[in-house]
């Protein structure tokens, strides 16, 4: 075996391990979430252990140069909706193959996953069937790209204190400003997320 095979095959081991890890943490933060009584304390461990959960499976699709994002995405989507609802609501997704550098995949991985775990939480009443879709293409402008969470359900005001969670609007603008991206809320049907950022 090459020198540059001996790499990509020490590279691979790395992620994998990587990745294994990041479950491990996720599990235990899960596990310990199930045995607290108090509901805050549970809510918040198990926010802990999907994000960090949706931050390990990052690892199994970095590439030379990055992260394959369109592959995560696909990996995510039935994560998503099993974990988050058991209602038949469906997370699509459609985008281009994009390959997304390391500590900005990072920070995309996290707004996405925040704001398609509030609609699959929050969009439809309970039981009713909807859909979340999620998309990531070039903006218009051919520079920049544009990262895009919708849905069709009940919409909210986003200056109502419960609209939303607080936090998670708080937390996707703090991590927009990461990516450099501007964040556009349209929620007069449904909930429409638009991030444009550059990378």
């Not at 390391?102 to 707004?111: F, G, P």
């Not at 969670?165 to 449904?190: C, I, M, P, Y």
């Amino acid at each position: 075996m090459t020198d540059d095979g001996q790499d990509d095959v020490r590279a691979a081991e790395m992620r994998h391990r990587a990745a294994n890890t990041f479950q491990l943490i996720s599990a235990l933060a899960r596990m310990r979430g199930q045995r607290t009584a108090e509901p805050e304390a549970r809510r918040q461990l198990v926010w802990m252990a999907d994000a960090i959960g949706a931050l390990g499976a990052l690892e199994r699709h970095r590439r030379e140069g990055g992260v394959d994002f369109q592959a995560y995405l696909l990996e995510m989507a039935p994560v998503w909706r099993r974990r988050h609802t058991a209602a038949p609501i469906e997370v699509a997704v459609a985008m281009e193959p994009v390959v997304v550098p390391d500590q900005a995949a990072s920070t995309l991985a996290l707004i996405v996953h925040e704001l398609v775990s509030n609609a699959l939480a929050h969009a439809y009443p309970e039981g009713e069937p909807g859909q979340v879709e999620v998309s990531l293409s070039r903006a218009e402008d051919g520079e920049r790209y544009q990262l895009v969470v919708r849905d069709h359900g009940r919409g909210f005001d986003p200056s109502s204190p419960s609209g939303r969670e607080r936090f998670g609007l708080w937390f996707v603008r703090s991590l927009a400003a990461q990516v450099r991206g501007e964040l556009k809320l349209d929620t007069r049907d449904g909930v429409c997320a638009q991030l444009l950022f550059s990378l």
